[in-house]
Structure formats: structure tokens, C-alpha cells
């Protein structure tokens, strides 16, 4: 079946430090990858998506490429701020669904 | 723009009483999801609706039941609540089936936190 695997959290990095969070996918033909973000006390938001493969979704300095070869649709931002600390989840849509990873923490210290 | 309501946004209940949250989609969207999202959880799939017809059924206890009306919204009802039920629900909407290929995308409410005591 369909499944999202994302690296355990809590992450914690410095201010300006390089983010990558790691998702992979397991899923039957072509699923739409999203991220999604929580910050603290909120609702899910769609941080940013992809449709296809090689696709690049982008959004407030976050990236994510959909690579089909790799089944992997890893986040990262160049330079990361307090008011990114919030949990991320990694999904992909499939049959009425969203299929979640588990969430990974981010913690930004200044 | 218009985005998912959801209502209320808080709710305190006892045990083995009943509760009935209640999710707006954004205008023409057709397809409804309720998730349920325990404390440090990641969301758990409930029940999906498609064009008022239940589409999909994920972990949703017999003692819940959903439907979406003619107006496209929908409600969860929840009877025999157990602390274990306190959690964060979300309602998220979307404009036809989601398929590998679509560009269709899920949108979200801001949930309805349920506290059981």
C-alpha cells in the first residue's frame, strides 16, 4: 500500500542553518507529494507541492523536488529562522486520501 | 479568499456524551476529509465524501458516523465519547477526486480541539 516515511524528529538547528528533511514515498502510479507545516497551537497549512515527477514546489524560501527514481521528496531551505520552528509533515494524495508521515519537529534556536 | 470552516473551534464534553463538529468547504469544493489528530500525532485518516456519497473509510470508530448534506458540508458526530477521543480534528476539502495526476490539492481548516473530561 501507499506509505510516507520521514526522518525522526525533533531536528534542531541554529539560526541560518541549513535545513533538509527527509520523505519518502512508497505508492502505486504517480502521487502528488505535499509538505505541510504546523506551528504551534495552529491548523495544517500546504507549505508547498508537486504533481509530477521532477517537479519543483517552492514557498517561503522552503524546496522540495519530486524524484521519481529516488521515491523521495526531501524539504530543505537555505537559511532558517526562529519562526520556522513548527512540525512538518510530509504527504502524498491518493484515492480520496492523504497519506501522512509521521511529522518531523523543528526546533530553531537563535 | 474563502477557506475551510470549521465549528466549533473548541469543545469540552464528559464522558459518554455526544458531539457534532461541522466543516464548511471552501465553495464548489466537493470532496470532504476528516481527519483526527491525537497529541504529538501525526493526522489519521477518518472518512472522505464525494459529491455527498461516503468515498473512502480510514479509522473511524463504529461509535462516529459523518455525512456531507447537499450543501457540500459536512458534520461528524461522535457518540459514547472516551477521554482517548480528545484530540484535534480537521476538516479539509478539495475540488473533485485527487488522483496521481491531478493538480488537486487538499486545503484545511484551522480543526475543532475536543477535550474529553
Known amino acids: 500500500g501507499n506509505s510516507v516515511t520521514q526522518m525522526e524528529g525533533p531536528v534542531t538547528l541554529s539560526e541560518e542553518a541549513f535545513l533538509t528533511i527527509n520523505c519518502t514515498y512508497t505508492?502505486?502510479?504517480?502521487?502528488?507529494l505535499f509538505w505541510y507545516v504546523q506551528y504551534p497551537g495552529e491548523g495544517l497549512q500546504l507549505l508547498l507541492k508537486?504533481?509530477?515527477a521532477d517537479d519543483k514546489g517552492s514557498n517561503k524560501g522552503f524546496e522540495a523536488t519530486y524524484r521519481k527514481e529516488t521515491t523521495s521528496f526531501h524539504l530543505e531551505k537555505g537559511s532558517v529562522q526562529v519562526s520556522d520552528s513548527a512540525v512538518y509533515f510530509c504527504?502524498?494524495?491518493?484515492?480520496?486520501?492523504?497519506?501522512w508521515g509521521a511529522g518531523t519537529k523543528l526546533i530553531i534556536k537563535p | 479568499a474563502a477557506g475551510v470552516i470549521q465549528s466549533p473551534r473548541h469543545l469540552i464534553k464528559e464522558k459518554r456524551e455526544t458531539a457534532t463538529l461541522k466543516c464548511y468547504p471552501i465553495?464548489?469544493?466537493?470532496?470532504v476529509y476528516w481527519y483526527q489528530q491525537g497529541p504529538g500525532q501525526d493526522p489519521q485518516f477518518l472518512i472522505s465524501?464525494?459529491?455527498?456519497?461516503?468515498?473512502d473509510k480510514g479509522s473511524i470508530p463504529d461509535r462516529f458516523s459523518a455525512q456531507q448534506f447537499s450543501d457540500y458540508h459536512s458534520e461528524l458526530n461522535m457518540s459514547s465519547l472516551e477521554l482517548g477521543d480528545s484530540a484535534l480534528y480537521f476538516c479539509?476539502?478539495?475540488?473533485?477526486?485527487?488522483?496521481?495526476?491531478?493538480?488537486?490539492?487538499?486545503?484545511f481548516g484551522q480543526g475543532t480541539r475536543l477535550t474529553v473530561v
Open positions: 504527504a502524498l494524495h491518493s484515492n480520496y486520501q492523504l497519506i
Open positions: 479539509a476539502s478539495s475540488l473533485g477526486v485527487v488522483t496521481g495526476t491531478s493538480n488537486t490539492e487538499a486545503f
Open positions: 505508492a502505486t502510479g504517480y502521487p502528488s
Open positions: 465524501f464525494y459529491e455527498k456519497m461516503q468515498s
Open positions: 465553495p464548489r469544493h466537493d470532496t
Open positions: 508537486a504533481t509530477k
